[in-house]
Structure formats: C-alpha cells, structure tokens
C-alpha cells in the first residue's frame, strides 16, 4: 500500500512534474515552469508515470456522466451539462462526456513511445517495465471509452471506429503489451482483456482472462486510479458528494431501497443491508437545485478516496456471465451467490426460479444485474450494461422485476418517456479538428433505446 500511494502522489502532481522534482539537475532550466524534451529525456519513468496519471485523471469524469446517463443518478443542481445528461439530451454538438480525456492519454502514449524510440535508437535503455505501464494504459483507455461511447476515432487523425470496434482494438493493445509485461502491469493488461473479451461475446476466452487474473492475484488485488487531496482530487466527491457539492445523487427509484440509519441500500432480492452500495441520506437535505432530496452516493467520502479501475471481484462477474450464457445457469448462480455470501448477503431466493435446482438462463440474469450494479457500484459499468442488454428504456421507465419506480422528468429525448441515447456520441470538438471524421450528425452514432 505505502508504494500505490507514493505513486498516487507522483501522479497527483500532474504528468511528471512530481517525478522531476526529485531528479539531480533536471530543474536547472531557464525557465522553471517549462520542462523541455531534452529535461523528460531524462526522466524517462516521469513520462511513463505521466501517461498513466492522465489516465487516472479522467476515470472520475466518465463515471460521473455514466451514472446519469444511466439509471444510477439524476441531476440535483443547476449546471446544464448535468441536466442534458440527466434528460437524455447528448447529441453530438452538446456531448457532456466526450472521452476527449482518454483521446488525449492515447496521444499521450504516442508521445511516450515514440520518445522512448528516439532514444533507443540513440543507444539509450529504456526499461521494459516503462514501455509496459505506457502499452498498458493506452489499451485501458480505449477499453474505457469503448464502454461509454458509441464510436470514437481509431486513431490520431483517423476515422471513426465503433464501440466493438474499439472493444477489439483494446483486447489487441493489452495482448500486445501482456507479451512483455510483468507484475501488476501484466495482471492490468490480463483484467482489461477478460473485460473486452466478455463485451464481445467471446465467452471462452474472456474466461480464460478472467481466470488468469484471478489464479495469479495476490488475494484483495485490484488496480485503483489514485486521488489526492490538495493536488489531483475526485470530482465524484468534490462535485456530487455529501458534505461537498450536492450537483447529482441517486435517482429516485433507489430511494426506497436506503436505510437512512445505516448508510447503506437493501438489495433488492433479499432486503438485507448491502455494504457494496452505501447511500447517505437525511430528511430535508436538498441537492444544489433547492427541491430534490439529496441521496448521496457514499463510497468515496474524501478527496483522496481511489477509485477503481478493475479488481477480482470483476473477474468472478466476468467468469459467471460467461457460464450463464454458454449453457451454465446453474453455474453462474452458484458463483453469483458466492459473492453475494462474502459481501454477508444470502443467496438469491428461491422464489426467484420456477425450479431452484435448476434455473433457467433468463432467471439467472436478473441475479447477475443485481450483482453488477452493486459489486460494480459507482464505477462506470451500468452504461454499458444497459446499453448491451437492450434494458435503458425499460430501468429508466421501472417496468419488468427489479426496474422500480417511474422516474418523473427522465427521458424527455424525442418526445418520449421510453427513448433516450443509450450510450455517448463523439465529441463535436473531434469532428472539427479530425479531417477524417465527417461534421455531420448525420454521420454520428447516437444509439437509442426504443
């Protein structure tokens, strides 16, 4: 724990200033604030680190417009942004959650890795660990936009892919840098290929990430995108977070579910106390817009909580979906009901199948959502659940089991209750700039649900 922090505080400095500051000479420049090439050629691990700082930097961002795009928040303030996002309205000239940020850490990786070519070809050693943390991270990033926007630019300056596309694109970067990664780079690349493959379809080989991670993992292992007060903090917590801003909470259909007293939601299948999703609320605390009741989101607290990026926990969800839909309900139950046994939870009940001993697929998925919305929680996945599944426009409305409660204002996009985008278009901002991408809406992927 004492080596993620200090890197944690290397990373909340922003690229690689932290980095250089404790290198002999490398601020002997004529101007302090500038670090030129010649300074970063000299702090090889600095750009590395920067690379995957910026990575870092921009996890909070998507997984606050996921969680309002989906079913998870609503809109409790006054910033317009937030309330297109909350009303479905996300075209492409107004997109509040472009991945610009991720677009950027892939240009960042360019860079990195044509400076460590450069050099090399100058006689310079560059550690192969370095060239892992860069490979890594640029996978995880296309991984990471890939589950919240439609389609985003192959790369610089080329066309759009779509959202499989950059799926695939991802699995093939993180395989590439497996083959020369080690240590924790190489269980990162292992998770975000099991991701990827599972978003594919590819049951087996998603299994076999997925189980490879877990067979090699020291036990609690998990890849956190670090935060810090003073320096690089959680806008989950300075902007939607009790005792911060009050911008955005849990939408009302989770409202029933909150046990004020105990800070935490009831799951849904049993009503018993979930400590996977902790909830704060207190009668008449309002969010920003002065009329809707605050229900915050009590996972990170403080300005320097982590945030998750994956863990073990993911990979058992991975490796049960997998069974579920290759012929193994009864399977992935027994592993679903695992996890909810170690969060103190019981198993799924009875009532839930027409036969218990053995349930159907359809069955088994119910339990499934369940399990990912709250082992997942508040880390970006429910998008693009929703999304994938075809279920945005039946949560949003609350129809069908586990979909609670009519959310009053949601979904306006198009004139309906039941149709809105079910993922992030590009941002305008990449049409103008990129001459290979097409300035039209027309030419943009908007998917809705229907």
């Not at 050629?41 to 417009?65: P, R, W, Y």
């Not at 499934?368 to 994938?388: I, S, V, W």
């Not at 009053?408 to 278009?425: H, I, L, Q, Y």
């Amino acid at each position: 724990m004492m080596e993620i922090k200090k890197f944690g505080r290397v990373l909340a400095l922003g690229a690689v200033l932290g980095s250089l500051a404790g290198c002999d000479n490398l601020l002997d420049v004529s101007d302090p604030s500038a670090f030129t090439d010649s300074d970063l050629d000299q702090a090889l691990k600095a750009v590395a680190v920067g690379v995957e700082g910026e990575l870092h930097a921009n996890v909070d961002n998507i997984i606050i417009g996921n969680a309002i795009l989906s079913d998870v928040w609503q809109h409790t303030g006054t910033w317009s942004g937030y309330d297109d996002m909350d009303h479905g309205r996300t075209e492409w000239e107004r997109n509040s959650n472009s991945g610009s940020g991720l677009l950027r850490v892939r240009f960042s990786a360019d860079d990195a890795n044509a400076r460590y070519d450069r050099l090399a070809a100058e006689g310079a050693s560059i550690p192969s660990d370095l060239r892992s943390q860069v490979a890594v991270t640029a996978g995880w990033a296309d991984l990471i936009m890939a589950g919240s926007q439609c389609e985003q630019p192959q790369g610089q300056a080329t066309a759009a892919i779509t959202d499989l596309q950059l799926f695939a694109q991802a699995r093939d970067k993180l395989a590439a840098a497996l083959s020369t990664a080690s240590g924790d780079f190489a269980l990162w690349a292992q998770a975000g290929m099991a991701r990827a493959e599972l978003m594919l379809g590819n049951y087996g080989a998603a299994t076999a990430a997925a189980g490879a991670v877990l067979a090699a993992a020291p036990a609690g292992w998990e890849k956190l995108a670090l935060y810090q007060t003073g320096t690089l903090t959680s806008s989950i917590v300075s902007l939607d977070t009790w005792g911060f801003n009050h911008a955005a909470g849990m939408r009302a259909k989770w409202w029933p579910f909150v046990d004020d007293t105990e800070l935490k939601m009831r799951d849904p299948l049993t009503d018993e106390l979930d400590s996977r999703v902790p909830i704060r609320h207190e009668a008449g605390v309002l969010g920003v817009d002065g009329t809707t009741e605050f229900f915050s989101q009590w996972k990170y607290q403080g300005f320097d909580d982590d945030v998750p990026i994956t863990h073990l926990d993911e990979m058992r969800l991975i490796q049960a979906e997998a069974l579920m839909e290759t012929g193994d309900p009864a399977g992935a139950l027994a592993m679903l009901n695992s996890l909810r046994n170690t969060a103190g939870l019981l198993d799924a009940p009875d009532i839930m199948f027409a036969n218990p001993a053995a349930p159907t697929r359809n069955e088994v998925f119910d339990v499934l959502l369940n399990e990912r919305f709250a082992e997942l929680f508040m880390e970006g996945h429910r998008l693009q659940d929703l999304h994938r599944f075809g279920l945005t426009a039946g949560f949003m409305a609350g129809t069908g089991p586990g979909r609670v409660g009519f959310i009053a204002g949601v979904g306006d996009f198009a004139g309906t209750e039941s149709v809105r985008p079910t993922k992030f278009p590009m941002s305008i901002t990449e049409a103008l700039n990129n001459p290979n991408i097409e300035e039209s809406a027309s030419a943009r992927c908007l998917p809705l649900s229907s």
